[in-house]
T-cell receptor
């Protein structure tokens, strides 16, 4: 059982380049989330989805776009990468909404460096 | 803005000692969850406590919640070197359907043998 899989695990971009991070879960979870983790900042929510075809903005959505065309996949896109987007990105999913005791299952992270 | 703030930021103890980490949050919650992160890995769920609960146990973990003070504590008893990790509290905001957990900045625990 793979759980939550993120690809790629590492990527180096130049300023202005675009890229997409893929998150796939095989647990049939309805809810999916993208967080970024920076030193001393904990995890900050970028975007999340409460079901296939839906997305919502989190705390730090600027510079990112997301899509949830299939229930098992949640894509995070950077249209024009900036050095401030250098971070470790974590995808997570949950079966229940967090307000109803949903616990998050995390991927192993994608480390992105923007030069 | 982040909901939770853990205290202390870093904690160093010897094997066999107990480790206590505290979390304060700002707004009303449905539940509070604690996660663990080993270096270079993803977060792993440890324990969840509902807003109407005051204490919960799971193995060597004990979590308390004081909603009047908007605070929680995580106690790890008889620590082991393998408990070395960062620990995060996360809150589910009250009465917000279809939302996400808000994480604190974490406590880094180092257990030496």
């Amino acid at each position: 059982n793979a759980g939550v899989t993120q690809t790629p695990k590492f990527r180096v971009l130049k300023t202005g380049q675009s890229m997409t991070l893929l998150c796939a879960q095989d647990m049939n979870h309805e809810y999916m989330y993208w967080y970024r983790q920076d030193p001393g900042m904990g995890l900050r929510l970028i975007h999340y989805s409460v079901g296939e075809g839906t997305t919502a903005k989190g705390e730090v959505p600027d510079g990112y776009n997301v899509s949830r065309l299939k229930k098992q996949n949640f894509l995070l896109g950077l249209e024009s990468a900036a050095p401030s987007q250098t971070s470790v990105y974590f995808c997570a999913s949950s079966y229940l909404p967090v307000g109803n005791t949903g616990e998050l299952f995390f991927g192993e992270g994608s480390r992105l460096t923007v030069l | 803005s982040q909901q939770g703030e853990e205290d202390p930021q870093a904690l160093s103890i010897q094997e066999g000692e107990n480790a206590t980490m505290n979390c304060s949050y700002k707004t009303s919650i449905n539940n509070l969850q604690w996660y663990r992160q080993n270096s270079g890995r993803g977060l792993v769920h440890l324990i969840l406590i509902r807003s109407n609960e005051r204490e919960k146990h799971s193995g060597r973990l004990r979590v308390t919640l004081d909603t009047s003070k908007k605070s929680s504590s995580l106690l790890i008893t008889a620590s082991r070197a393998a408990d070395t990790a960062s620990y995060f509290c996360a809150t589910a905001p009250f009465n917000q359907a279809g939302t996400a957990l808000i994480f604190g900045k974490g406590t880094t625990l180092s257990v030496s043998s």
